[in-house]
């Protein structure tokens, strides 16, 4: 099967069926993150850096809306795929290199690369193959332990760089396209038992001091507000100070200040929200509603259960990591140290993220109004 099918692909009448909405949706985001960076006097770096990432990042999405994705559903397209990314996390422990303490990046020269974001692509890649080959039997619990165990090797993978807060990103991602895929309520429940009984064991015998630490102190970040609940403090001071319409850009002491620490990455919603207030917050919330939206909307109207598992999967990946920001922006979560999507400083999950957008527009070129039967997916296999 060709990857581009030509006319069907290609020319200015294909490039206006793309989905305009989201895509401006999309830009916005990026574009109030790099207003943002560009506000921080002290390291201007990060608004060129950042553009540059941008302007690459929506030349891929551009390239992968001109593909026919339908070879995906080949198993052995899935499994090369899922495979070569579970070789470049093993390639991390070798050759990786350490940025505060922490292995999670291969360095190519002139730039640097985190492959535990293309992971998240991959296993939303492998589950939608996986759930659509055996979607009348996914109440048989069998399924939900294999479909787990693929899971669980990019789980502890990614949990050993150390990079915890991903590594949950990885078992949202799981859990979410398993539940869409019509699990019972008593596999549920057994699944909520797993997890507690997993967390239990992680607490106890593998979780370091500093990643317990960070889970008590979001109870009560005041309790150690100059150790390791100043990160949440900060944060919470700069959500609250924006108050209704914010200090205005370049004016957010937290950052400027430094006071606020990671303010490109982990904590750009606070450094928003100082400068923009709550009717930034509401804007900025508003515009990410909306990616969501066309998300669904195109998963929806795909061509078969893969490409509806699929971009039900990337809805999953980008709530999880919106829900998580914001809840430890505003310390309703543990300070994980993660990206808010297409707004946090960062090229390796920008690019990422552009390029399961660019997927999800490919998928939407050969949408049909009907879905395709289980027999004739299996007919690919």
Request: hydrophobic content about 55%; charged content about 10%.
């Amino acid at each position: 099967m060709n990857w581009f099918s030509g006319q069907s692909f290609l020319g200015l009448k294909n490039f206006l069926k793309l989905d305009w909405i989201l895509i401006i949706s999309v830009i916005l985001l990026a574009s109030a993150g790099l207003v943002t960076m560009n506000s921080f006097s002290q390291d201007s770096s990060f608004f060129g850096k950042q553009l540059i990432w941008l302007t690459v990042s929506l030349v891929v999405f551009f390239v992968f809306s001109t593909i026919d994705w339908r070879f995906l559903r080949r198993t052995n397209i899935t499994v090369t795929i899922f495979f070569s990314i579970v070789i470049l996390l093993f390639a991390v422990f070798v050759l990786g290199i350490t940025v505060k303490g922490a292995e999670r990046w291969l360095s190519f020269g002139l730039f640097s690369f985190q492959p535990s974001d293309p992971a998240k692509i991959a296993l939303i890649i492998l589950l939608s193959k996986y759930f659509t080959r055996r979607h009348v039997e996914i109440a048989h619990f069998k399924h939900i332990l294999v479909s787990g165990f693929y899971a669980f090797i990019l789980f502890v993978l990614i949990f050993l760089q150390p990079n915890f807060s991903t590594a949950i990103v990885i078992g949202f991602i799981w859990f979410g396209m398993v539940m869409i895929s019509g699990i019972s309520k008593k596999h549920i429940f057994a699944i909520i038992a797993l997890g507690a009984i997993s967390f239990a064991f992680l607490w106890f015998f593998v979780l370091h001091d500093y990643q317990k630490e960070r889970i008590v102190t979001f109870v009560d970040p005041l309790a150690d507000a100059r150790g390791a609940g100043y990160n949440a403090l900060q944060s919470m001071i700069a959500v609250g100070s924006g108050q209704l319409v914010g200090k205005g850009i370049g004016f957010g002491t937290q950052s400027r200040l430094r006071f606020l620490p990671e303010y490109q990455t982990d904590f750009i919603f606070a450094s928003f929200a100082e400068e923009w207030g709550f009717v930034g917050v509401i804007i900025l919330i508003s515009l990410f509603g909306i990616v969501i939206w066309r998300i669904i909307y195109n998963a929806i109207h795909g061509a078969s259960n893969f490409e509806i598992l699929f971009g039900a999967g990337v809805a999953v990946w980008f709530v999880s990591h919106f829900a998580i920001h914001l809840g430890m922006n505003v310390g309703l979560l543990p300070v994980t140290g993660i990206t808010l999507p297409f707004v946090s400083y960062g090229g390796s999950h920008l690019l990422t993220e552009f390029a399961a957008l660019g997927i999800l527009m490919g998928m939407r070129r050969y949408s049909r109004t009907f879905h395709k039967s289980l027999k004739d997916e299996r007919q690919l296999i």
